[in-house]
């Protein structure tokens, strides 16, 4: 079965940092760009950062370019998301998720999302 | 980048019942890559709709898929118990990707 698990979320204060990460299986992981996807409490769907499948090409959401970096370790099958400088509007359910085909696709398998909270 | 709008935010209706849900785009969506999602309270997206018009993978086909340039339609022919959710269409055309803000299906 194809699955993503995300882990890592949680309460930070504004200005710090985070790590989330995101375990695959059932897939060749390292043959798919993978994504991050946020969803602020009530709010619609942002895309927030993208990964090609060998890790050497990245982009990102103006919203957090210079804060957030994605990475990965396709020896492992698991995406990372190192969170700095975090900010309230930050907080949000993180979901990684898996395109159909190209880097930039639909997605056809999402995580089940870790809330990361950033409050004092 | 590309806005999407959905109209309208909330459509009440009952079960048995047409529903079309909207997406327009501020500009053409290149090849039609545009994506519809459901999703329920708690749980993550699920993909319904790619390609403006072809269905995922297990997706029952009262839901169908339409549009091209900037004006896209999800039809759900008959509503079942289940659809009653958030639906979100996607443009996956131009960096950056964005979704739109979402259309609500609720039980009149």
């Known amino acids: 079965e194809v699955q993503l698990l995300e882990s890592g979320g949680g309460l930070v204060q504004p200005g710090g940092s985070l790590r989330l990460s995101c375990a695959a299986s059932?897939?060749?992981?390292?043959?798919?760009?993978m994504s991050w996807v946020r969803q602020a409490p009530g709010k619609g769907l942002e895309w927030v950062s993208v990964?090609?499948?060998?890790?050497?090409?990245?982009y990102y959401a103006d919203s957090v370019q210079g804060r957030f970096i994605i990475s990965r370790d396709n020896s492992k099958n698991t995406l990372y998301m190192q969170m700095n400088s975090l900010r309230a509007e930050d907080t949000a359910v993180y979901y990684c998720a898996k395109p159909r085909l190209r880097p930039s696709d639909s997605f056809d398998i999402w995580g089940q999302g870790t809330m990361v909270t950033v409050s004092s | 980048e590309i806005v999407l709008t959905q109209s309208p935010g909330t459509l009440s209706l009952s079960p048995g019942e047409r529903a079309t849900l909207s997406c327009r785009a501020s500009?053409?969506?290149?090849?039609?890559?545009v994506a519809w999602y459901q999703q329920k309270p708690g749980q993550a997206p699920r993909l319904l709709i790619y390609?403006?018009?072809s269905r995922a993978t297990g997706i029952p086909d009262r839901f169908s898929g339409s549009g091209s340039g900037t004006d896209f339609t999800l039809t759900i022919s008959r509503l079942e118990p289940e659809d009653f959710a958030v639906y979100y269409c996607?443009?996956?055309?131009?960096?950056?990707?964005?979704f739109g803000q979402g259309t609500k299906v609720e039980i009149k």
């Open positions: 990964i090609s499948g060998g890790g050497g090409t990245t």
């Open positions: 390609g403006a018009s």
């Open positions: 059932g897939f060749t992981f390292s043959s798919y760009a």
């Open positions: 996607h443009q996956y055309g131009s960096s950056p990707q964005t």
């Open positions: 500009q053409s969506v290149s090849s039609s890559y």
